[in-house]
């Protein structure tokens, strides 16, 4: 799977849209980009997952570029409970299940 | 709510005890997954099961083995505990890896 660079911290005021950049340089053709979150001392949430098309849910929108090289999170009206880190993620689908590795993420700080 | 379970939520073990950590999922999902996350750090995967009948290692297996019971429940068991797995021992399932993974709360192992 393919590695990825994400910014240690960022902040954003509450109510502004957070995006949240993440670097896959080496992506192949066949790896989906997924976004998790893990609030203080809880599991990892799953926010949203692409492959070439940007997608959107009720969580959040996901930015790909053309070449795939890069992408964005972004959280359109960032709220005090969206503080958490956020993890970038490329990785093959398999029929065999697969593996998600997980990197140091970003840890975002909501502020009022 | 359907999910991940997980027990016990806290564990204290003297060196060189076992033990065995519990997951089960009511979602009819394929795959599961265990991964610890120490203090700081992202999740690293330590075992997972792409269906049931399989096992693979993770990233991190050493000190480690897993049973997949069946369907439902997929147990993690230290047979000789070290300080070293001081740790939050998450478990996670999927269905397909086109829907994510679901987390449990986790287990805050404390090895002394």
């Known amino acids: 799977d393919a590695k990825t660079t994400q910014p240690t911290s960022m902040d954003c005021a509450e109510g502004r849209a957070a995006n949240l950049p993440c670097n896959h340089s080496?992506?192949?053709?066949?790896?989906?980009v997924y976004w998790y979150r893990q609030i203080h001392s809880q599991g990892p949430q799953y926010i949203i997952h692409g492959l070439k098309n940007n997608e959107t849910n009720e969580m959040a929108s996901l930015i790909i570029t053309e070449d795939r090289k890069s992408s964005t999170l972004i959280l359109p009206h960032a709220t005090l409970r969206d503080t958490a880190v956020y993890y970038c993620?490329?990785?093959?689908?398999?029929?065999?299940?697969?593996?998600?590795?997980f990197g140091q993420g970003t840890e975002l700080s909501v502020k009022p | 709510n359907a999910g991940v379970t997980q027990t016990p939520k806290f564990q204290v073990l003297k060196t060189g005890q076992s033990m065995t950590l519990q997951c089960a999922q009511d979602?009819?999902?394929?795959?599961m997954y265990w991964y610890r996350q120490d203090p700081g750090m992202g999740l690293r995967l330590i075992y997972y099961s792409a269906s049931e009948g399989t096992t693979d290692k993770g990233e991190v297996p050493n000190g480690y083995n897993v049973s997949r019971l069946n369907k439902r429940e997929f147990s993690l068991r230290l047979e000789s505990a070290a300080p070293s797995q001081t740790s939050v021992y998450f478990c996670?399932?999927?269905?397909?890896?086109?829907?994510?993974?679901?987390f449990g709360s986790g287990t805050r192992l404390t090895v002394v």
């Open positions: 080496t992506i192949s053709g066949n790896e989906y």
């Open positions: 979602m009819n999902h394929n795959s």
């Open positions: 996670a399932s999927s269905r397909t890896e086109m829907y994510g993974y679901t």
């Open positions: 993620i490329v990785r093959v689908l398999s029929n065999q299940g697969g593996k998600l590795i």
